[in-house]
Each structure stands twice: as C-alpha cells, then as structure tokens.
C-alpha cells in the first residue's frame, strides 16, 4: 500500500490551498479529485468576487476568514500574477426602509474589522455611477474580482512546488481508521482500479460531496456530518460593454445577497445568483428566471433593456441551513471536535470560501 503524509479530497479552491498549506509546511500531501480537472465544481460556478467581510456575525468563522482573506488574496494575486482587478461595490437602498439595513452593515462590519466603508447620498451614488437609481449606497472600496481559475492553478503550481502531488479522475470511496491514521480507499474512474493510501491526516474538501463522503468514513460519528442543502444560484448575462465600473449590489436577503451585478475581468456583466433550492445536482438555467430578474434589477437600473439578459450558467450552494433558518457559519471539524487525531472535515463552504481559501487553509493546518 502506498504511503502519504496527507491525503485531501477535492480538487476545489478549498482542497488545494489546504495541500498547498501543508506542503509548504513540509508534509507529503496528496490531492485526490473525482473529475478530470481541478476546480469545475463550486470553484468555478461563483461571482469570482473578493469579499470585503460585510455580512456576516461578528466573531463568526465567515467574518474572521473574510477579513483576512480579503488582504491575503489580494497578496497572493500580487505576487503570483493572478488576474484581479479591486473595482469596489456598492450596497445600494431603492427604499427608505433598507436605510435601516445600510447603517446596520456599517457598524457590524465595523466590529468585524472593516473600517472603510462610506456611506453615500443617492445624489453621490450616482455620481460614481450614473445608471444608478438608489436613495443611499455604501461603498466598499476594498471589494475586488478575481480570475478564480488563475487561482487555482497558481495554488495548485506553488502546492507543486513543495511536493504535493495530485490525482484526478480519482474518486475517494472510504476511509477506515487504524490506530496510526487512515487507510484511503479510491477508485480511478476510467480503468476502475481501486487504490489505498495509508496516511496519517485525511482531509474531506468534497464541498457539496463533504457530507456523503463524511458518511463513509467508518470512525466518524454520525452525528458529526450535518445534513446539507443544495441551494441553487442563477446568473443571467448582458452583452455587450459594462454601464458600470463598480460591483451592484441590493440589501442582502434572506439566504443570499441578492441579485446583483458582478463584472468579469473582461468588462462585461452578469446578473444573479438567484436562490433556487433544488433536490439533486443540474447545471441548467433556466431562461424563466429571467423575469425576476428584471423585476429585481430594475429596482438599482431602470434602463436595463427589455430582453437583454441571456442565460449564463449556474452554482449551487451547500447550505447547513434550510429555507428559513437562521444562517450557519462555516462547519470546520478537527479533532476538538470528534476526537479522531488526523481528521478534518469541511461542510457549509459557500460565500465567502473563495475569498476565505488562504486562511482557511492555515486553520486546517494548526488542526491536524
Ligand atoms: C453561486 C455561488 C456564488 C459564490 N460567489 C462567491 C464569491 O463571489 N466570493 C466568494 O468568496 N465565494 C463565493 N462562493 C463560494 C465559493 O465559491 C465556495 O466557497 C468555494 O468555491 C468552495 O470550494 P470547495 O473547494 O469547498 O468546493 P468545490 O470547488 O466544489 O470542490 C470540491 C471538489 O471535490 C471533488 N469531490 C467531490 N467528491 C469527491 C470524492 N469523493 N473524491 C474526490 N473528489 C471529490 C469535486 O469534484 C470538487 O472538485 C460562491 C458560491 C456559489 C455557489
């Protein structure tokens, strides 16, 4: 059987900053994914944006990792020529009842850390963009964008570097624990081979495969793998040149942000993601849900034209909480925990895990 100091499952955003943290640290570590390339799970079906810690409870795992990932991406993206481009948004009221909400942002994000918030007057939203029809805004200058691909092959190349190794086309079936660790079991997709791994830490990055694959390792209590809900979000988008220069954004809903407008490093915009709870795992819009959407665009952008907005793709969420329910921070179980030395399991990694990778992977870490 082969040897490995580390075995992470998933070949997301989440999984290779892990590996990539602990083979910086000297550990042997093996990357295991079911498909044929890193990334085309969660990591790749976002709004690419990094987040500056704005909506989440004071003292949450959300909130700490938001804030310190906000600085450290924008390092990494330095000093590792990742495509990002910190364009800023704004938190836009259509009514005078969300003023209540603004101000309510500005002070939790405030106790969170972010202390650059400006509250504007609709005259000077408008100023820095003219399409916009709000009463009051919040500027977020240290919101940004990010080439999340770049990303990932930049974390996959420097966890590389350090000697990790990775494995694709390779599903993670089973992890039985023995007295000195784990043994890994896996089967290659293509061939059907089956393969296992002797390792002394295991950790389950599957985002929304987390909890079926929690299931299925033989030590862990079950009531240590929560139930998961796929939350499905929409995009639609415009075609043609950006009319805005800043990320738009409505007062955030119940069990997302609201549809808001992103931009891509390429200058052109897309709309969403919508909430959609759905049974099973299926990557097609539908143009449909293109009617909310102008309903709710419109609210921030009145001139938005009629029939403009084009189905563009979709991602789902994995939520701890149901429609709802209040909302759950991110569930990063080490051995504190469930009291198996070695193990680390991941649930509940939606916004903001793409801005949250890097110190994500350093509390992983100090786990295991
Ligand atoms: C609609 C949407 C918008 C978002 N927008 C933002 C945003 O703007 N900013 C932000 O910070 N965050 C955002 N997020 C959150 C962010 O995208 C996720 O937190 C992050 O990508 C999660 O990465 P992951 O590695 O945990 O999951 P994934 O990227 O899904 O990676 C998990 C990997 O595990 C693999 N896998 C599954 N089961 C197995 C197995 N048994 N064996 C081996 N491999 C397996 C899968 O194939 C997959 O590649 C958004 C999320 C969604 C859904």
């Not at 499952?9 to 044929?36: D, F, H, K, M, S």
């Not at 709309?271 to 049974?279: K, N, T, Y």
Request: glycine share 10%; hydrophobic share 40%; charged share 15%.
């Amino acid at each position: 059987m082969e040897q490995v100091g580390c075995v992470v499952a998933g070949g997301g955003v989440i999984g290779i900053a892990i590996a990539r943290e602990l083979a910086r640290r000297g550990i042997e570590t093996l990357i295991v994914e079911e498909l044929g390339s890193i990334g085309t799970g969660i990591s790749s079906r976002n709004s690419g944006v990094i987040h500056a810690g704005l909506y989440y409870p004071e003292c949450s795992l959300k909130a700490r990792f938001c804030v310190e990932g906000n600085a450290a991406l924008y390092k990494f993206a330095r000093d590792y020529g990742v495509p990002y481009k910190q364009c800023g948004k704004l938190i836009v009221a259509t009514d005078s009842d969300q003023l209540q909400i603004l101000t309510e942002i500005v002070g939790r994000s405030r106790n969170c850390g972010v202390n650059d918030l400006q509250l504007l007057s609709g005259k000077e939203a408008r100023l820095v963009e003219p399409e916009l029809m709000c009463s009051a805004a919040i500027m977020s200058p240290s919101t940004g964008i990010i080439d999340c691909h770049a990303l990932m092959l930049a974390l996959l190349g420097d966890a590389q570097a350090h000697g990790a190794m990775i494995a694709i086309n390779t599903q993670v079936t089973s992890v039985t624990a023995e007295r000195t660790g784990f043994v890994v079991q896996t089967i290659e997709e293509q061939s059907g081979h089956q393969y296992e791994f002797q390792t002394a830490i295991f950790v389950n990055a599957c985002g929304l495969n987390a909890p079926a694959l929690a299931m299925n390792i033989d030590a862990l209590p079950m009531d240590c793998v929560p139930k998961s809900h796929y939350a499905k979000g929409n995009y639609f988008f415009v075609p043609g040149p950006a009319q805005f220069q800043h990320l738009i954004y409505p007062v955030p809903e119940v069990g997302g942000l609201g549809i808001h407008l992103t931009l891509d490093l390429a200058g052109s915009m897309r709309f969403g993601p919508d909430l959609e709870w759905v049974e099973a795992i299926d990557y097609t819009v539908n143009p449909e849900r293109a009617d909310v959407f102008y309903e709710v665009i419109r609210r921030y952008w009145p001139s938005l034209p009629e029939g403009c907005l084009e189905p563009a793709y979709c991602g789902i969420r994995p939520k701890l909480s149901f429609a709802g329910n209040p909302v759950t921070d991110f569930v990063i179980d080490g051995p504190a925990s469930h009291h198996i030395k070695g193990l680390v399991n991941l649930f509940g990694i939606e916004s903001p895990g793409l801005t949250s990778c890097l110190p994500i992977a350093q509390y992983v870490s100090t786990l295991v």
